[in-house]
């Protein structure tokens, strides 16, 4: 009986411990409705790079929502090219985190920058969810098939198939100058990407 | 033994139980406001027209009006994007229309925005009022984890008590029915 109740007692401390509102922080637009998906906390980093600052990009072809497909070397010589891997549509935090960039096309175009926004879902969930942001003005692209393909050549796929959170930044050599595979439960602040492409002049 | 686990139990509980009515929901009508303090405004223009003494912290009540009304938002979020022109255009009434200029203020408050971040958002949309940046989640915990937009309007009395008046997620609508709405509710004369 006792033992029980101790069981009890440490289950129910764990649970309160665990409850996503006390130990996450997202918010959650209107804009969505009830149509985000709790994710609750993940592991904070489940994969391992395969690039590193310095290197050259590995080159990839994706179809993107907007109709057509986009290279990434089609941009060498043009523009620095960020990519933003983000895990997964109709979930938390990703939901905000394009919007943001939407609204900072300024700072983009003063670094000649152009962002490249990618998940592993399929271009038909990519184009529902995307509508829901209001009018991109960058190319988002579906990683979708084969499954995880770039974010696999990245090393940025987690074992459960869906991307982490993370930013490449690439000169217009192709060469990686800034990586942040963010902690995939927070948004990476914007500050931070920022700076990394102020120091690409 | 029962006896000794139910009262650790109810110890616990007193002990977590605080911290879970903090996301418990957003602050009702006819309620106060948690306890939170605000950091100075970024320019001197925006102490003015809150009122509030240049040195330290302050809390909603120590604005200088009769309604402070309060919007939620994230720079992330794309219904707060839409508004703003809206909530801009309130703004402006309020400041054009003798009767609320002065007895309403507007504050922002970012929730998970650093302070770069929001003030991208002011600069975006020339925000008119202040805005302060809530990094941390800490004020969007205390303030129950709302959705946004979120639009909470406070009636502050003579003796710096306050009321929540007004308390709810989505676009305010249309800009005159909501000012009257809000003076109605206040009880503004």
Same mark, same amino acid.
């Given at each position: 009986?006792?033992?029980?109740?101790?069981?009890?007692?440490?289950?129910?401390?764990?649970?309160?411990?665990?409850?996503?509102?006390?130990?996450?922080?997202? !918010?959650?637009?209107?804009?969505?409705?009830?149509?985000?998906?709790?994710?609750?906390?993940?592991?904070?980093? /489940?994969?391992?790079?395969?690039?590193?600052?310095?290197?050259?990009?590995?080159?990839?072809?994706?179809?993107?929502?907007?109709?057509?497909?986009?290279?990434?070397?089609?941009?060498?010589?043009?523009?620095?090219?960020?990519?933003?891997?983000?895990?997964?549509?109709?979930?938390?935090?990703?939901?905000?985190?394009?919007?943001?960039?939407?609204?900072?096309?300024?700072?983009?175009?003063?670094?000649?920058?152009?962002?490249?926004?990618?998940?592993? /879902?399929?271009?038909?969930?990519?184009?529902?969810?995307?509508?829901?942001?209001?009018?991109?003005?960058?190319?988002?692209?579906? /990683?979708?098939?084969?499954?995880?393909?770039?974010?696999? !050549?990245?090393?940025?796929?987690?074992?459960?198939?869906?991307?982490?959170?993370?930013?490449?930044?690439?000169?217009?050599?192709?060469?990686?100058?800034?990586?942040?595979?963010?902690?995939?439960?927070?948004?990476?602040?914007?500050?931070?990407?920022?700076?990394?492409?102020?120091?690409?002049? | 033994?029962?006896?000794?686990?139910?009262?650790?139990?109810?110890?616990?509980?007193?002990?977590?139980?605080?911290?879970?009515?903090?996301?418990?929901?957003?602050?009702?009508?006819?309620?106060?406001?948690?306890?939170?303090?605000?950091?100075?405004?970024?320019?001197?223009?925006?102490?003015?027209?809150?009122? %509030?003494?240049?040195?330290?912290?302050?809390?909603?009540?120590? %604005?200088?009006?009769?309604?402070?009304?309060?919007?939620?938002?994230?720079?992330?979020?794309?219904?707060?994007?839409?508004?703003?022109?809206?909530?801009?255009?309130?703004?402006?009434?309020?400041?054009?229309?003798?009767?609320?200029?002065?007895?309403?203020?507007? %504050?922002?408050?970012?929730?998970?925005?650093?302070?770069?971040?929001?003030?991208?958002?002011?600069?975006?949309?020339?925000?008119?009022?202040?805005?302060?940046?809530?990094?941390?989640?800490?004020?969007?915990?205390?303030?129950?984890?709302?959705?946004?937009?979120?639009?909470?309007?406070?009636?502050?009395?003579?003796?710096?008590?306050?009321?929540?008046?007004?308390?709810?997620?989505?676009?305010?609508?249309?800009?005159?029915?909501?000012?009257?709405?809000?003076?109605?509710?206040?009880?503004?004369?």
């Amino acid at each position: 009986m006792k033992r029980a109740y101790c069981a009890g007692l440490f289950l129910m401390i764990s649970a309160l411990l665990t409850t996503p509102s006390l130990v996450t922080a997202q !918010t959650h637009s209107e804009a969505f409705k009830d149509n985000i998906y709790e994710t609750g906390t993940l592991k904070p980093r /489940d994969s391992v790079l395969k690039v590193k600052v310095g290197q050259k990009a590995p080159d990839f072809t994706l179809p993107a929502v907007a109709g057509g497909k986009v290279t990434l070397s089609q941009y060498k010589g043009k523009k620095n090219v960020v990519l933003s891997f983000v895990p997964a549509a109709w979930t938390p935090v990703c939901s905000d985190q394009w919007p943001g960039y939407n609204i900072t096309k300024d700072i983009f175009d003063a670094h000649e920058t152009i962002l490249l926004g990618i998940t592993v /879902d399929n271009v038909p969930t990519l184009f529902a969810w995307t509508n829901q942001m209001g009018q991109l003005w960058f190319p988002v692209l579906s /990683d979708f098939y084969p499954h995880g393909k770039v974010a696999r !050549t990245y090393g940025v796929l987690r074992s459960d198939g869906v991307t982490e959170r993370a930013l490449f930044v690439i000169d217009k050599k192709g060469v990686i100058r800034y990586i942040d595979v963010h902690d995939i439960n927070k948004r990476p602040p914007l500050e931070h990407l920022a700076r990394a492409l102020e120091k690409l002049n | 033994m029962k006896k000794v686990v139910w009262i650790s139990l109810l110890v616990l509980s007193t002990i977590l139980f605080p911290l879970d009515t903090m996301a418990a929901g957003p602050p009702a009508v006819g309620g106060t406001l948690p306890n939170f303090t605000l950091p100075q405004p970024g320019s001197s223009a925006e102490r003015d027209y809150l009122g %509030i003494s240049s040195r330290g912290n302050f809390s909603v009540p120590d %604005i200088k009006a009769k309604v402070v009304l309060i919007e939620i938002l994230s720079m992330y979020c794309p219904f707060c994007q839409k508004e703003a022109p809206i909530v801009n255009k309130l703004y402006e009434a309020i400041e054009g229309n003798p009767r609320y200029r002065g007895e309403i203020k507007m %504050i922002g408050i970012g929730v998970g925005n650093s302070a770069y971040e929001l003030d991208v958002f002011r600069k975006r949309y020339n925000v008119p009022f202040p805005l302060f940046p809530d990094a941390d989640f800490m004020l969007h915990k205390l303030l129950g984890e709302t959705r946004t937009p979120y639009f909470i309007a406070v009636r502050i009395n003579d003796d710096r008590t306050h009321k929540v008046v007004y308390s709810k997620a989505g676009s305010l609508g249309e800009v005159t029915p909501f000012i009257e709405n809000i003076a109605k509710l206040a009880g503004l004369k």
